[in-house]
């Protein structure tokens, strides 16, 4: 089983509506959890992190965490083409430094 | 805000070439840079973990002879990818966190190509 696994997609919107992308972790004892996005030939950036079971919300994307199903969601309401790209989910464990990423989805927003 | 640069952005070499990547934090001080690979359509695989000041720690199934790593300042780590070969081709990028607030950035990635 991978550590972090995504939904390669592509997974299409249309321009306006929510995306929903989502990520499953194995380790129970991971304590933090990040999304990145990638567009094509370039390096990942950060979109946001989260640390606690909930919602955490900011501007347009809203990051989602339930550890006991171990299970991470990013949210992206009012999609724009400027979304297409590819969503990196990354999993960080309890005292342990290294990142573990998920093979991303591919996003693409329909105009 | 904080920015991290790699260099080159872009390298062809030829096979059996050696080729040095930089990984420099502009802003901050890194004592902690990662390496990581990146084949096309697939996820980022971390190579190597690198403190500033020791010896690099090397992820399962890393040549730690063949993609020697050397992070001699607080902002300054390089990889260099040794004998290289095609199938070494990739996109090579590095992170590193800043020792005060404990964030991390990615650097802009480097592409290798080797013939």
């Known amino acids: 089983q991978k550590e972090v696994e995504q939904n390669s997609g592509p997974l299409s919107v249309p321009e306006g509506a929510i995306a929903s992308l989502n990520c499953t972790y194995s380790?129970?004892?991971?304590?933090?959890f990040f999304w990145y996005r990638q567009y094509s030939g370039k390096s990942p950036e950060l979109i946001m992190f989260?640390?606690?079971?909930g919602d955490k919300e900011d501007g347009r994307f809203t990051a989602q965490l339930n550890k006991a199903s171990q299970y991470v969601s990013l949210l992206i309401r009012d999609s724009q083409p400027s979304d297409s790209a590819t969503y990196l989910c990354?999993?960080?464990?309890?005292?342990?430094?290294?990142?573990?990423f998920g093979t991303g989805t591919r996003l693409t927003i329909i105009p | 805000g904080a920015v991290v640069s790699q260099h080159p952005s872009r390298v062809i070499c030829k096979s059996g070439t050696s080729v040095k990547i930089e990984c420099r934090s502009l802003?901050?001080?890194?004592?902690?840079m990662f390496w990581y690979r990146q084949f096309p359509k697939q996820s980022l695989m971390l190579m190597a973990t690198?403190?500033?000041?020791?010896?690099?720690?090397?992820e399962q199934g890393v040549e730690k002879d063949k993609f020697l790593i050397n992070h001699a300042s607080l902002t300054l780590s390089t990889l260099t990818v040794t004998s290289a070969h095609p199938e070494d081709s990739s996109f090579y990028i590095c992170?590193?966190?800043?020792?005060?607030?404990?964030?991390?950035?990615f650097g802009e990635g480097s592409r290798l190509t080797v013939l």
């Open positions: 380790d129970r004892g991971s304590q933090s």
């Open positions: 992170s590193a966190r800043d020792w005060t607030s404990g964030e991390l950035f």
């Open positions: 802003d901050f001080q890194a004592t902690t």
């Open positions: 990354a999993v960080k464990g309890f005292g342990n430094e290294k990142l573990t």
């Open positions: 989260i640390y606690s079971n």
């Open positions: 690198s403190n500033e000041g020791s010896k690099a720690t090397y």
